[in-house]
């Protein structure tokens, strides 16, 4: 692991990100993210109290940048890793349950998966707790298809005699889950690679949504789903928006009419009318 440090950034350049996967770069910029040199961004999120910090550390090699989000008054860490001769800036969303944007953090962690779209997002789960955390896993899930799921504190889960099926749970989700104890760096190497693998298209999530709701809803989330994917093909979850737009969440809405989500115009009424139809 190599972090972040001026001599690294003169031999890897500032047009490394010219032609890598970290095409965003105005949207990262906008949420405060200097892109200079670095070919990929993991996003680190998770539920308070997984040990989120603690991998984070041990990635980054304990050193990282602190700072605000543009606008908050949330705290925001920046880190740094280098694998396989790629670099990667490492962010850490503030720990959160939910990313239904009810409080500030977890506004912050979602507009920087959904407007940021990292090349990764690591969601840190605490594997004494799983039921609890895959609450906010299968909402990540909704939003992006390229995570990775760090199963960490399983030094406690072994000591509660918990046993967890790491490759069944993979199956079922869709995307890697990694076992590990990042207090004692077990497990690191594997998320590394991990992490390589779905930044670099080794490894293609499929991951898991949830399909539910009357004919009505499903009719309705297919009609704006369609108009969604033709005013904005490469948007990777228009699913999620149709669901945010038909539960009138005022920031999707708002990211929408302002052209932020890729210039969709979809207007309140003619909502309406699909949600009717």
Same mark, same amino acid.
């Given at each position: 692991?190599?972090?972040?440090? %001026?001599?690294? %950034?003169?031999?890897?350049?500032? #047009?490394?990100?010219?032609?890598?996967?970290?095409?965003?770069?105005?949207?990262?910029? %906008?949420?405060?993210?200097?892109?200079?040199?670095?070919?990929?961004?993991? /996003?680190?999120?998770?539920?308070?109290?997984?040990?989120?910090?603690?991998?984070?550390?041990?990635?980054?090699?304990?050193?990282?940048?602190?700072?605000?989000?543009?606008?908050?008054?949330?705290?925001?860490?920046?880190?740094?890793?280098?694998?396989?001769? @790629?670099?990667? %800036?490492?962010?850490?969303?503030?720990?959160?349950?939910?990313?239904?944007?009810?409080?500030?953090?977890?506004?912050?962690?979602? #507009?920087?998966?959904?407007?940021?779209?990292?090349?990764?997002?690591?969601?840190?789960?605490?594997?004494?707790?799983?039921?609890?955390?895959?609450?906010?896993?299968?909402?990540?899930?909704?939003?992006?298809?390229?995570?990775?799921?760090?199963?960490?504190?399983?030094?406690?889960?072994?000591?509660?005699?918990?046993?967890?099926?790491?490759?069944?749970?993979?199956?079922?989700?869709?995307?890697?889950?990694?076992?590990?104890?990042?207090?004692?760096?077990?497990?690191?190497?594997?998320?590394?690679?991990?992490? #390589?693998?779905?930044?670099?298209?080794?490894?293609?999530?499929?991951?898991?949504?949830?399909?539910?709701?009357?004919?009505?809803? @499903?009719?309705?989330?297919?009609?704006?789903?369609?108009?969604?994917?033709?005013?904005?093909?490469?948007?990777? #979850?228009?699913?999620?928006? /149709?669901?945010?737009?038909?539960?009138?969440?005022?920031?999707?809405?708002? /990211?929408?009419?302002?052209?932020?989500?890729?210039?969709?115009?979809?207007?309140?009424?003619?909502?309406?009318?699909? /949600?009717?139809?």
């Amino acid at each position: 692991m190599v972090n972040n440090n %001026k001599s690294e %950034k003169t031999v890897i350049g500032t #047009n490394a990100c010219a032609t890598c996967p970290a095409h965003h770069v105005a949207n990262l910029k %906008k949420l405060g993210v200097n892109m200079e040199s670095w070919d990929y961004v993991v /996003a680190l999120a998770g539920n308070p109290n997984t040990g989120k910090s603690t991998v984070f550390n041990a990635l980054t090699g304990l050193k990282q940048h602190t700072g605000n989000w543009p606008g908050k008054t949330v705290t925001r860490a920046e880190g740094g890793f280098s694998y396989n001769d @790629k670099r990667y %800036k490492l962010v850490d969303l503030p720990g959160t349950y939910s990313l239904l944007s009810t409080s500030v953090d977890e506004e912050v962690a979602r #507009n920087f998966i959904l407007f940021g779209r990292p090349d990764v997002t690591v969601i840190v789960v605490d594997a004494t707790r799983l039921e609890r955390n895959l609450n906010l896993v299968l909402q990540v899930l909704e939003i992006t298809d390229r995570a990775v799921i760090c199963l960490n504190l399983m030094d406690e889960a072994r000591r509660h005699q918990l046993h967890i099926d790491d490759r069944l749970l993979s199956k079922e989700l869709g995307v890697p889950v990694v076992p590990t104890s990042a207090r004692q760096g077990d497990g690191i190497p594997d998320l590394l690679r991990a992490i #390589n693998d779905v930044a670099t298209g080794v490894f293609v999530c499929q991951p898991h949504r949830i399909e539910s709701g009357s004919k009505k809803l @499903k009719r309705a989330i297919n009609q704006l789903v369609t108009k969604i994917e033709a005013e904005y093909p490469r948007l990777t #979850n228009p699913r999620w928006v /149709a669901l945010r737009l038909l539960e009138g969440d005022p920031q999707i809405i708002d /990211a929408v009419r302002s052209g932020e989500l890729g210039g969709l115009n979809v207007t309140a009424d003619q909502m309406d009318a699909i /949600a009717v139809g």
